[in-house]
């Protein structure tokens, strides 16, 4: 079974670093891109990048590029979203998912999302 | 930049009745449409992609049809679970983007 498990709940400050992640299991990892997508409290759905584990080609959103970081360590199957200093606008819902299997304009499987709140 | 229009914002509907949605894109944007719906407090799931292939597991009251810049999702039957928040979204292979719909939100 495809899964992806992402990592908690996190309170940050403004200005902190924050690295949360994704683990996928029940596939090949490395061979499936990972997407990660941002919905801010009561919004709807950005796309901010993407990543392919095998050998960590990475696009970005222009709206997000330079403003986060993605990464990925293919031998624990895990992909990362990364911030350097958090800004209250941060504060989300973001989740990771996966290219699609039968067609790579769409997303396949999502995991349950991690909740990041940026308050002083 | 292709932008993605759903319409309307809200759709009311009663179950058993049928709920048609529109997605409308700034230009052509081939047959690269997915379709996804969101219940509160969960992840967005796959219904649609390639604008009229279901996902594995989707019923098949749910279709999708359409090309080039305008789609269609519908729900020939609605049942209490499909009451939810149904995005669509482009995908762009370069420079690579995948763009949402602001979703159309399906109440009772």
């Known amino acids: 079974e495809v899964q992806l498990v992402q990592s908690g709940a996190e309170v940050k400050k403004p200005g902190e670093s924050l690295k949360i992640s994704c683990k996928g299991s029940g596939y090949s990892f490395r061979n499936y891109w990972i997407a990660w997508v941002r919905q801010m409290p009561g919004k709807g759905l950005e796309w901010m990048g993407i990543?392919?584990?095998?050998?960590?080609?990475?696009r970005y959103s222009p709206s997000f590029q330079g403003q986060v970081t993605i990464s990925a360590d293919q031998s624990i199957s895990t992909a990362y979203l990364q911030w350097t200093s958090l800004k209250a606008s941060d504060t989300a819902m973001y989740y990771c998912?996966?290219?699609?299997?039968?067609?790579?304009?769409?997303?396949?499987?999502w995991g349950q999302g991690s909740l990041v709140t940026v308050s002083s | 930049e292709i932008v993605m229009t759903q319409s309307p914002a809200t759709l009311s509907v009663s179950p058993g009745e049928r709920a048609t949605f529109s997605c409308r894109a700034s230009q052509s944007v081939s047959s690269n449409l997915a379709w996804y719906q969101q219940k509160p407090g969960q992840a967005p799931r796959l219904l649609i992609y390639?604008?009229?292939t279901r996902a594995t597991g989707v019923p098949a009251r749910f279709s999708g049809s359409g090309s080039g810049t305008e789609f269609t999702l519908t729900i020939s039957s609605l049942r209490s679970e499909d009451f939810a928040v149904y995005y669509c979204?482009?995908?762009?292979?370069?420079?690579?983007?995948?763009?949402f719909g602001q979703g159309t939100k399906l109440e009772i």
């Open positions: 979204q482009h995908f762009n292979n370069w420079p690579l983007m995948y763009t």
């Open positions: 998912a996966r290219r699609g299997e039968h067609s790579s304009s769409c997303f396949d499987y």
């Open positions: 990543i392919y584990p095998g050998d960590s080609d990475t």
């Open positions: 390639g604008a009229s």
